[in-house]
């Protein structure tokens, strides 16, 4: 293979292979403390463990081409170089984690959709495999809680208020329009469309499932009030 693929299908995998831990520590270290009941609790527990199982599918196509990621089952999150995470770290509630999970998840799905048609099959097929059935039962989790919040006024005002502050945190989370590797991956099909061209396909799916739950997005709320006659 060519020495700039190498170098960029070997630094996706990392980048996703790292994701994966530090999504266990978040199950683990965040959403489990935040968590209702005992049966959230074990939900929690249930999808850090896939997180985990995630991990090693990933460790094990790396660990084919010689690169041993072994070191990061010891690091602390914040050690991991190649996976940001702050939002994850400001959930302040059980609400907004939901929220995370119905959408922030949903970002991640739709990245790891693009890498099921990954140029690089060994990477590709674990994705096919588990990984991404898994990602859509993480999706639904936070759905459920979001739902099940906006059966009520009270409810749906509180998750009004977790989507209000975490949507451009959300929408972030594709990063840059302009990155440039974005645009190499997308050259050697290890991706198929970049960052903005992801996160503009993610809002055109996105806005109908809150329209049903009765939710609008932050920009959508300030032209709907501008629109107002005065």
């Known amino acids: 293979m060519p020495e700039e693929y190498q170098k960029l299908a070997t630094h996706l995998m990392l980048v996703h292979t790292e994701g994966e831990l530090t999504g266990a520590d978040d199950y683990t270290q965040l959403f489990y403390n935040l968590a209702p009941n005992a049966y959230e609790k074990l939900v929690c527990c249930e999808r850090a463990g896939e997180e985990v199982q995630h991990y090693q599918l990933s460790a094990a196509v790396l660990s084919d081409l010689n690169v041993d990621t072994s070191a990061m089952l010891a690091q602390h999150f914040q050690q991991r170089p190649y996976y940001a995470n702050e939002l994850v770290r400001g959930v302040k509630n059980w609400m907004e984690r939901g929220i995370f999970s119905f959408l922030g998840e949903a970002v991640v799905l739709e990245h790891l959709l693009e890498f099921q048609d990954c140029s690089y099959e060994p990477f590709s097929e674990i994705f096919v495999r588990q990984i991404i059935k898994d990602e859509h039962v993480h999706v639904?989790?936070?759905?459920?809680?979001?739902?099940?919040?906006?059966?009520?006024d009270e409810g749906r005002q509180e998750a009004q208020h977790a989507l209000d502050r975490l949507w451009p945190h959300i929408l972030a989370l594709f990063g840059r329009d302009e990155s440039k590797r974005t645009a190499l991956y997308v050259k050697w099909g290890l991706r198929k469309t970049t960052n903005g061209e992801l996160r503009q396909h993610f809002v055109r799916k996105i806005l109908p499932r809150l329209a049903a739950l009765k939710l609008v997005v932050p920009e959508m709320a300030a032209s709907s009030v501008s629109a107002e006659p005065a």
Not at 141 to 149: E, K, L, N, Y
């Open 140 to 152: 639904a989790h936070g759905f459920r809680i979001i739902r099940d919040a906006c059966s009520t």
